[in-house]
């Protein structure tokens, strides 16, 4: 499951706790995974370049105290990893590489930080502030600042969300035109410079984490829709929306067949029939992607879809989740599911948690 702890999602439950309260909160997501014989946590520990365990490159993250840079007065990360391994889980460290803020005013950061110091480093877009993924310097150090917590603990991966270039904001422009005169000259378009940009970030951390901890998997969870099939005979049977490869410039089939990533867990958050991105055409389309390649697929599933006030008729029915599985379950490529996400694993607010640990999870597992 995954723990998000960008502007409180999942843990802590608020800012301002006490250590003392953090931690215990924190035991107790772990704990529910065991109780939901889950294998793994994907802990969020670089939610808006900063962070959650002590001496890092940036600052300690708002979302524990409530201020950016206070120290919580004990090391979430440090005891994630050696609480999860306690407990047969795996730890997942979750980093975003490009996210500063949730809001587009770099006065309101501390004034040691680094995208503060550097103001050319970033773009506001869409009332947040990003790293200017175009730019070299802002390559190394994001590297860096994720690289910095893996050396300091034995996580057992390094996972990367969906945010890359941002998600489209209608009517907004995203400024790197300084960054494409400067590096893009050799590319036929500002959209193939862009993957560019993405694609070396992946292969260099991809290359940088092996030689730092060898045995730490690299994992990336993409939007589950790389092409249309519209767009690129080689996509999947979707239609309409956002695709990973043209608005965010990631190709996420490319990481997988170059082999840069040793696992993906696409977003695969639509219901089995649904009209444009239907579960049922998504699954089998990823199946085919990493067969061969030696790249573990994981779904991810939308636990917090599930909810028996859904506008959706399928996700008020407790059965929708389990279908998913059994669905998935004929492909042997798929090894698993991740949920998103640990305060609806907790919560289960239709049963839909329940009804696929009583149908799928007879027994706890270790990871495959």
Known sequence: ????????????????????????????????????????????????????????????????????????????????????HARGLEL???????????????????????????????VAYGGKLYYNPGLPEVRAFVQEAMLDAVRRYP?????????FYPYPAPGEYFDDDAAFEEYGADFGSRAQWR?????????????????????????????????NRDQDPLGSATRGGVSTYDDLYADTRKWVKERWIDYVVPQCYWHIGHREC???????????TVAGTGVDLYVGEALYRCDPDSPTEAWRDPAELSRHLTLAGRYAEVRGHCYFSAEQV??????????????HYPTAVPPR
């Open 1 to 84: 499951m995954w723990v998000a702890t960008v502007q409180n999602v999942d843990w802590p439950s608020q800012t301002g706790l006490s250590a003392a309260r953090q931690r215990a909160e924190l035991l107790s997501l772990l704990d529910t995974a065991v109780a939901r014989r889950l294998n793994a946590v994907v802990l969020q520990v670089r939610p808006t370049a900063d962070a959650l365990w002590p001496g890092a490159r940036e600052p300690w993250s708002q979302w524990l105290t409530g201020r950016q840079g206070r120290d919580p007065g004990w090391d979430p990360l440090g005891t994630a990893v050696a609480e999860a």
């Open 92 to 122: 997942h460290a979750w980093f975003n590489p490009y996210r500063v803020a949730q809001h587009d005013d770099a006065s309101l950061l501390v004034p040691e930080h680094p995208a503060r110091r550097n103001p050319a480093w970033t």
């Open 155 to 163: 996580v057992d991966a390094v996972h990367w969300d969906d945010y």
């Open 195 to 227: 993957r560019h940009n993405i694609d070396t970030l992946v292969h260099e951390m991809s290359v940088r984490l092996k030689q730092v901890r060898p045995g730490t998997r690299f994992g990336i969870s993409p939007f589950a829709v790389w092409r």
């Open 278 to 288: 239907d579960y049922a055409v998504l699954v089998p389309w990823w199946a085919q």
């Open 346 to 359: 907790a919560a289960d607010r239709n049963g839909a948690m329940a009804r696929v640990v009583a149908d």
